[in-house]
């Protein structure tokens, strides 16, 4: 597909997080560039959007006052669409003798769809990374005190349910970044093209995509490992206190059971 952009020298490629996800069913394969990844042609310019859909958006060479409205026509597809997205930019330097990524931007030696489609793909992954790395910091913000009060004072004043929905939101997080947007794998662009590998290891290399995601899932089984265990001392406090309940209930009878029989030896 012979591209606007191709004679372009330097491009920038914008990356916006929009939501948790995109639906990308309503697009006619008719209407695209291309399908894996979804790309768009944005405006008579030439400028071409790449969707994806966990809910990123990058954009090629297009203009401010054409980003807005074409962001516009896709919130009725998004899933819990972000007030504020993730943003992330990326310059692109055509005609170098070279393919790779030198002081954060991206130098090709001519301009292609497929190479498009490989940055956007590396781009919409750094996105999701950022997004989840300040989600499970601020859980740890939040347990950490939980598991001092458990360390310090042998109890948690946490419910069962709060931390249960700990839990729940760090498995969440693992599905999207695995089931989703598929961190760990390489894009389909490069069955294709095999010789952009060396392009994507490039962009893989400056976004450290392989290490935050190992990171990440470190992260996420510590906090969800923690939020169980608490969850199972919660649990344990409640048996203990029904425990109690029973035994009460079981002299109360006795005690009722004494009486009634010391009234009628008194008879």
């Known amino acids: ?6 004679n372009r020298q330097d491009l920038k490629a914008r990356a916006l997080l929009l939501g948790d996800r995109l639906d990308l069913k309503l697009f006619k394969i008719a209407d695209c560039l291309a399908t894996t ?21 990058v954009l090629f060479g297009v203009k401010s006052p054409n980003e807005v409205k074409f962001i ?96 729940g939101s760090m498995l969440l997080i693992e599905h999207r970044m695995v089931g989703r947007a598929e961190i760990g794998d390489k894009p389909e662009t490069l069955w294709d093209f095999p010789h952009l590998e060396g392009l994507y290891a490039s962009l893989e290399d400056e976004f450290e995509l392989m290490e935050r995601q190992s ?27 029904l425990e109690w309940y029973v035994i009460g209930l079981i002299i109360f009878e006795i005690v009722i059971s004494l009486v009634e029989l010391s009234d009628k030896f008194l008879r």
């Not at 597909?1 to 191709?6: S, T």
């Not at 944005?42 to 966990?54: H, K, M, N, Q, T």
């Not at 470190?218 to 409640?238: M, P």
Request: proline residues 3%; negative net charge; charged residues 25%.
């Open 37 to 57: 990844p979804l790309t768009l042609e944005v405006d008579s310019e030439g400028g071409i959007a790449v969707l994806f859909r966990y809910g990123v958006v």
């Open 72 to 167: 516009e026509t896709l919130k009725p597809l998004l899933t819990n669409a972000y007030p504020a997205p993730e943003i992330e930019e990326l310059e692109i330097h055509c005609g170098k003798s070279s393919i790779g990524v030198q002081s954060g931007a991206v130098s090709l030696d001519e301009m292609s769809l497929e190479k498009l489609q490989v940055i956007a793909d590396a781009l919409s992954k750094n996105l999701v990374l950022t997004l989840y790395e300040k989600k499970v910091a601020g859980e740890f913000d939040k347990i950490e005190p939980l598991a001092q009060e458990l360390a310090t004072h042998g109890k948690v004043s946490a419910g069962s349910r709060q931390l249960l929905s700990k839990i």
């Open 1 to 6: 597909m012979e591209l606007q952009l191709k």
């Open 215 to 241: 990171a990440l899932d470190r992260k996420l089984g510590l906090i969800s490992d923690t939020a169980q265990t608490l969850a199972d001392v919660w649990d344990n406090k409640q048996l203990h206190k």
